[in-house]
């Protein structure tokens, strides 16, 4: 059974960094690409990075280019997404999310997310 | 960026209505469009992909179509568990997008 669970959130301050992981099982972690997706309250959904299978392509939305990083240790399957110079616009719940391809590809599996408040 | 366009934002409906959300994408998507579902306070759930592929467990009253940039969701019956707020997201292209989403609520 695939698990994504998220954690590293809270309140941070504006400026401030915070390091988000999701630690992955059920699944051969190390076989499949990952995204960070986020949500702002009340808001839509934002895809915000991926990261190939292997970790050696790497893609962040222009929105976040030069703050937010993208990683992964396959050997303790998780993902990370460092974030710094954190704004109060990056407010959100970031999901990790699984990238499956067919065919097509999609988001299969979506991790229960964590809740980043930037506040002072 | 393609540019997903989701309407309506939000619609009433009683149980056992037919409801159809419309997705558009700014330029041709093929059929590489799927939708997800959220309700409040939980992570989106897949129910479709590739335009009209039910992902396994989704109930049969759900189905899609379209083609290039104009899409439909479709929820033949609708349930008191099927209202949510409904995604659809491209793949076609990076970054993938998704539209605004439309809310279904109780009539």
């Known amino acids: 059974q695939v698990h994504l669970v998220e954690s590293g959130g809270g309140v941070v301050q504006p400026g401030k960094s915070v390091r988000l992981s999701c630690l992955a099982s059920?699944?051969?972690?190390?076989?499949?690409?990952m995204h960070w997706v986020r949500q702002a309250p009340g808001k839509g959904l934002e895809w915000v990075a991926f990261?190939?299978?292997?970790?050696?392509?790497?893609s962040l939305a222009e929105s976040v280019e030069g703050r937010f990083t993208i990683a992964r240790d396959n050997s303790n399957n998780t993902l990370y997404l460092h974030i710094n110079s954190l704004r109060p616009e990056d407010t959100a719940v970031y999901y990790c999310?699984?990238?499956?391809?067919?065919?097509?590809?999609?988001?299969?599996?979506w991790g229960p997310g964590t809740l980043v408040t930037v506040s002072s | 960026d393609i540019q997903m366009t989701q309407s309506p934002s939000s619609l009433s409906a009683s149980i056992g209505d037919r409801i159809t959300i419309t997705c558009r994408a700014s330029?041709?998507?093929?059929?590489?469009l799927n939708w997800y579902q959220q309700k409040p306070g939980k992570a989106p759930k897949v129910l479709i992909y590739?335009?009209?592929t039910l992902q396994s467990e989704v109930p049969s009253r759900f189905s899609g179509s379209g083609s290039e940039t104009d899409f439909t969701l479709t929820i033949s019956s609708l349930q008191p568990e099927d209202f949510a707020t409904y995604y659809c997201?491209?793949?076609?292209?990076?970054?993938?997008?998704f539209g605004q989403g439309t809310k279904v609520e109780i009539k």
């Open positions: 997201q491209q793949t076609y292209s990076t970054p993938w997008t």
């Open positions: 999310v699984r990238k499956l391809c067919g065919g097509d590809c999609y988001n299969d599996y």
């Open positions: 990261i190939s299978y292997d970790g050696v392509t790497k």
């Open positions: 330029q041709t998507i093929r059929n590489y």
């Open positions: 059920g699944f051969p972690f190390s076989h499949y690409a």
């Open positions: 590739s335009t009209s």
